[in-house]
């Protein structure tokens, strides 16, 4: 059994920073590319920032140069700082990896997500 746990989330004035933080755990042989996306009331999930074991990384426009996603392969952690926060980047924040248990093929998981809100 694999599970993400996330932390971090919480309520930040316009211009604050919060630091999310997602464990996996379980039964593990290998975490691929990690990431994170968000949900708003009424929109789509998308994704914010994913990161490969490798160390390469991507983000959505929106959040280009405020945002910065990190991990820690030794703790199958992965981050996202958020800097410059604005009411636009409240939503539901969710994990999500692709993870091989061992002896099984890779599957793709996600966290329960943690609620984001930017408010004055």
């Known amino acids: 059994q694999v599970q993400l746990v996330e932390s971090g989330g919480g309520l930040v004035q316009p211009g604050g920073s919060l630091r999310l933080s997602c464990a996996a755990s379980g039964s593990i042989f290998s975490v691929y590319t990690m990431g994170w996306y968000r949900q708003a009331p009424g929109k789509q999930r998308e994704l914010v920032a994913a990161t490969t074991s490798g160390g390469s990384t991507n983000y959505a426009d929106s959040v280009k140069g405020r945002f910065t996603i990190s991990r820690d392969n030794a703790k199958n952690t992965v981050y996202l700082q958020m800097n410059s926060l604005t009411p636009e980047d409240t939503a539901v924040y969710y994990c999500?990896?692709?993870?091989?248990?061992?002896?099984?093929?890779?599957?793709?998981?996600w966290g329960q997500g943690t609620q984001v809100t930017v408010s004055s």
């Open positions: 999500n990896a692709d993870i091989k248990p061992p002896g099984m093929g890779t599957w793709n998981y």
